[in-house]
């Protein structure tokens, strides 16, 4: 370019481009010969650009000289380019601005001028009369975009105007005001080629789009513009009429008459399939409930209901989740926790495909989810949960965890596994529990840990029973396995001289022996209640039935073995196969809440050998006796103190793994056991790969995702690894991990079942 209009514009990578503007009148520097390219742009200077790109003549307009500022700021608040803004157009333009007033602009009638020709005989001139073409816009005059107003009434996730939903990507208007493109007048629908949110039914909006054929706008700019118009009022608890009047005054809603009913994102019909509406405050209030959300829409600021659109969720466990599927599509079933007649088994998610429930991939198995149905859709969120103490209940449906107050959900009938459908027989005060809450902070379930029920199984007492003295002293087993001796305060809730009120001593011990009793404390004595027991026949790994009552995965089971040394375990799926022929079980509503075998042996005292970790032993006392216990690892669990039965003071022990010694159900192992055996202290790897593993002192044996690999470091540190943790190192034992592989037996003779990884 040889001639510039400015001289800060020379070689400037803009330079071609301001001089364009600058013969168009949109720009016109600084009036002392320069352009600033660099500085900020103000609010006048931007607004004088736009208002040029509207049709206005700087040479007419003043949009120059000394008073260009005023002039342009004029027109541009006549046009509305300063709308929805708080600034001072003498300074500089936020970026946000600058949108807004492009914005602005671009909704702006675009103007014109009608020149009418004057002659004084001599010459003749002509004078400018503005047009304002109102009705075209810069949009549609410059872009050939159609501006959109109406009502979203069906799209890909909602609709309110029949059974099914809109295909992908499809949103339907009910137009609110006529539309040239389209040729389409106000109450007609049209058709968008995008996708909209289910939230957006029923509300006004402002749309805009372009290329209308095919009875269909196929390219939408932008997200729907939600219109000031919209009144909407949302009710999320059980309210009556009264309730419902005042939830709508404010928002503004006075009347509700004959409007669209939408139930899950679906127009609601009765059983002939007539669509439904909604009258009156009273029809509302029957539709609410806690955790239940209803919105009433008031979309043309007539104070007037348009649309009432109810989301009920179902609340639900998930009980199976297969990613893969039987084809890689993934699967998923939940089991509701509100009962679901056959007249809607199709809200029932069982065995579907990950395809067919949206929000499935955020999902795990024992998740407790809430769920609504839009045709063959399901949408699933996990629900939020929150521990509490719980310290007091009210009435049916209510706890309070100190200030905090929790209420039921209309979407759950069934509060826990124990298929408790009262919220406050469900939990108790005093019990930790974490409440699974709805969207609204209502309760769904809870996996109540009861504090409440403290369990003891009393495996003896002395009681004596005396006119006007009596006392009674017990010897139980704690649920988490701690053996005590106590003194009890009161039986029953009884003091004891009225509990034992006409027994002899042997039958007030009879009262208490082999008895499972919940307990709380006064100082150091115990008050104690004894529970029934419930006849069970048999314990077995993974089989919930007890020959008598029902065990779940909270069910305690205190196994005892014929040294009186117990184990714990809780759930089915924890406790391994007993055989005893002592069985003692307390339950509620016919599930198992604690259970004990005495005299037992179980299927985890088969074990394939025990690591012994520490060298030395440690003493501690039970009662007068001396125990002396020791670090090790028992199968695939880690014990802190395995203790050995037979042990002597100063008694050597040797590090390291000790193959065929077995416990004897609990955490106890003969030390006699442990002297005959030699101890494995491992040795190096000698082939590593491709599903093969060897040693120095092992031969080859398979390995395989269900090889457990326990790393070993130290005396005190053992935890589960990989079996890619072990290095090898060819020719170089010395680099390599020393191993203890354990090989399985019976079908799993020649494969390594455990690998013990020394560091």
Same mark, same amino acid.
């Given at each position: ?384 949960? /929150?521990?509490? @103490?719980? &310290?007091?209940? !009210?009435?049916?449906? #209510?706890? *309070? $965890? ?114 499972? /009793?919940?307990? @709380?404390? &006064?100082?150091? !004595?115990?008050?104690? #209640?004894? *529970? $029934? ?227």
């Amino acid at each position: 370019m040889s001639n510039y209009t400015y001289t800060d514009t020379v070689g400037h990578w803009a330079a071609a481009y301001i001089e364009y503007c600058t013969t168009l009148g949109i720009v016109a520097g600084d009036g002392t010969g320069k352009f600033n390219p660099s500085n900020t742009v103000t609010g006048a200077e931007a607004a004088k650009m736009l208002l040029v790109a509207l049709g206005f003549k700087s040479e007419i307009e003043g949009f120059t000289g000394a008073n260009w500022a005023v002039n342009v700021n004029v027109r541009a608040n006549q046009k509305g380019l300063f709308d929805e803004l708080s600034i001072n157009p003498s300074e500089g333009l936020t970026r946000d601005n600058a949108a807004q007033m492009v914005w602005n602009a671009l909704d702006a009638g675009v103007v014109s001028y009608d020149y009418t020709l004057i002659t004084d005989g001599s010459s003749i001139t002509s004078s400018p009369t503005l047009i304002d073409n109102v009705s075209k816009t810069l949009l549609t005059d410059k872009f050939k975009v159609s501006k959109l107003e109406g009502v979203i009434v069906a799209n890909e996730n909602a609709t309110s105007t029949g059974t099914a939903v809109e295909k992908e990507g499809v949103t339907v208007l009910l137009l609110t005001s006529d539309d040239a493109d389209s040729k389409q007048d106000e109450g007609d629908t049209i058709t968008l080629k995008t996708a909209t949110a289910a939230n957006l039914l029923g509300k006004s909006v402002t749309m805009f789009a372009k290329d209308w054929k095919n009875g269909a706008y196929q390219t939408v700019l932008g997200n729907p513009v939600v219109s000031s118009d919209n009144m909407i009022a949302t009710i999320s608890e059980k309210s009556d009429a009264d309730d419902v009047k005042d939830a709508l005054k404010d928002a503004g809603i006075k009347e509700v008459s004959k409007a669209v009913l939408v139930e899950n994102f679906i127009r609601a019909t009765d059983k002939d399939d007539k669509e439904l509406t909604i009258s009156g405050m009273a029809d509302v209030a029957k539709l609410t409930g806690n955790g239940i959300e209803v919105i009433v829409i008031s979309n043309d600021n007539d104070n007037k209901a348009d649309f009432v659109i109810r989301t009920k969720m179902i609340a639900g466990k998930v009980s199976a989740y297969n990613a893969k599927g039987n084809d890689g599509d993934g699967y998923i079933t939940v089991s509701a926790l509100v009962d679901i007649d056959e007249d809607h088994k199709a809200d029932r998610i069982a065995g579907a495909e990950f395809a067919d429930v949206k929000g499935s991939e955020d999902l795990a198995k024992d998740d407790i989810v809430l769920y609504y149905r839009v045709g063959d859709t399901f949408y699933a969120e996990k629900a939020d949960s /929150v521990n509490v @103490t719980v &310290t007091s209940t !009210k009435g049916s449906d #209510t706890i *309070k $965890d100190g200030k905090n107050t929790y209420k039921a959900s209309a979407l759950s009938s069934k509060y826990d596994d124990d298929n408790n459908t009262v919220l406050t027989t469900a939990v108790e005060p005093d019990d930790e529990v974490t409440l699974y809450l709805d969207n609204f902070g209502y309760v769904v379930y809870t996996d109540a840990v009861t504090a409440a029920d403290e369990y003891m199984f009393i495996t003896g007492s002395d009681a004596s029973v005396k006119d006007g003295f009596e006392s009674l002293t017990i010897k139980g087993v704690l649920s988490d396995g701690t053996e005590v001796t106590a003194s009890v305060n009161k039986l029953d809730s009884k003091k004891l001289s009225t509990a034992f009120d006409g027994k002899t001593e042997d039958q007030a011990q009879e009262m208490v022996n082999n008895k499972i /009793v919940t307990y @709380t404390k &006064t100082g150091e !004595k115990y008050n104690i #209640t004894v *529970k $029934d027991n419930t006849k069970i026949t048999q314990i077995e790994k993974n089989k919930a039935s007890l020959g008598g009552a029902t065990a779940n995965s909270k069910t305690i089971f205190v196994i005892g073995d014929k040294n009186d040394n117990y184990k714990v375990y809780t759930g089915i799926s924890n406790v391994p196969d007993v055989t005893s022929s002592s069985l003692y079980c307390y339950a509620k509503s016919g599930v198992a809440k604690f259970v004990v075998a005495l005299d037992a042996t179980t299927s985890d005292g088969d074990t394939n050998g025990i690591y012994i970790l520490g060298k030395t032993a440690s003493a501690k006392k039970d009662g007068d006796d001396t125990i002396y216990v020791v670090e090790a690892y028992v199968n695939d669990e880690y014990v802190a103190e395995l203790e050995l039965d037979g042990y002597t003071k100063g008694e050597t022990i040797t590090r390291g793994y000790y193959a065929g010694v077995s416990t004897s159900g609990g955490n106890t192992v003969d030390w006699d056991d442990i002297k005959k055996a030699t101890p494995d202290s491992g040795s190096a790897v000698t082939d590593f790969g491709d599903g093969i593993i060897s040693s120095e002192t092992t031969s080859a044996l398979t390995y395989d995702k269900d090889t457990i690999v326990i790393i070993v470091d130290g005396t005190k540190h053992i935890e589960g690894g990989d079996i890619d943790e072990i290095v090898y190192v060819e020719d170089d034992t010395d680099a390599s991990s020393k191993v203890v592989l354990v090989e399985g037996t019976g079908s799993d003779e020649g494969h390594a079942d455990y690998v013990f990884i020394i560091r």
